[in-house]
């Protein structure tokens, strides 16, 4: 798998495979897996002696769905801190996979409809339910079908996919349906009989965040470092400078500091809070 981004040459870009190293004038730049969604990558400068790794968005727990995170020891680390709080710690996903099918098997009169973005979250979603041995059909929004594609055709396989459109509601009872998660809110949902509404966030530790969007049963899984992943690899790169964007930074920057990194929030504009959550 090459990550998502290139490399100029001779007017046009050309894919740039994780760990092989490109040459800027005098800065040596590698990409390596972030483990965020499929083909997200971290990047690394080197020059004059010196390192700096950009993770952009990452995780470090397990996804069949992406390529591992992978540490790199560096000078200067610049971390994204979506969920920089302590109260971030979240549960093994495959607990949440256990609590969605326990869902579906004391309600088959009813449809359970999951909110999912649809890069990454959706078809990280689908592989949990077939490793927790859900080999039913899945039924996909329109908007989560190109993807759900994609992701096959890289060998992720996500089992029996559907499209859930011009079908009987009735057909609908028992099964999964997955959505963005706008349309748990629309009228594409009213098709679907008696739904479990549902989302997969790890902005669903927060219950009270979960009860005002309507959600029945949140699903606490993120494809983002939580507070423990963040300090952890923090520690593990050895940097002794720690740049904290995109989420909560004054926590993050407080923990740095207190152990006697020079760390600093840096804010960037344009980001938003839920993307990719």
């Not at 200067?76 to 609590?99: K, N």
């Not at 989560?144 to 459109?165: H, N, S, T, V």
Request: hydrophobic share 40%.
């Amino acid at each position: 798998m090459k990550a998502r981004y290139g490399a100029r040459c001779a007017g046009s870009f050309q894919p740039l495979a994780f760990g092989t190293p490109l040459q800027i004038d005098s800065v040596t730049v590698t990409l390596f897996p972030a483990g965020h969604i499929l083909g997200s990558a971290q990047v690394c400068l080197d020059y004059n002696g010196q390192r700096a790794v950009v993770t952009g968005d990452y995780k470090t727990h397990a996804d069949s769905t992406a390529q591992a995170f992978e540490l790199v020891p560096c000078d200067l680390f610049v971390t994204e801190a979506t969920f920089g709080l302590p109260v971030f710690q979240h549960p093994d996903p495959h607990s949440e996979m256990v609590r969605l099918l326990a869902s579906i098997a004391a309600q088959p009169d009813r449809c359970h409809v999951i909110g999912a973005y649809a890069l990454g979250k959706a078809q990280r979603v689908i592989k949990l339910l077939r490793e927790a041995g859900h080999d039913a059909p899945v039924y996909l929004h329109g908007a989560q079908e190109k993807l759900c594609a994609y992701y096959q055709a890289q060998g992720i396989d996500l089992g029996d996919l559907r499209k859930a459109l011009d079908r009987d509601k009735d057909s609908f009872r028992g099964h999964v349906v997955v959505a963005p998660p706008s349309a748990l809110r629309d009228r594409w949902s009213r098709r679907l009989p008696d739904p479990v509404v549902c989302q997969a966030s790890g902005w669903m530790t927060i219950k009270q965040r979960a009860k005002q969007s309507g959600v029945e049963l949140p699903l606490v899984i993120s494809d983002h470092a939580d507070w423990n992943e963040l300090t952890d690899t923090i520690t593990a790169t050895g940097a002794d400078t720690i740049w904290v964007t995109h989420g909560r930074e004054d926590a993050l920057v407080h923990w740095c500091r207190s152990r006697g990194l020079k760390a600093e929030p840096l804010y960037m504009q344009g980001r938003e809070e839920d993307a990719g959550e």
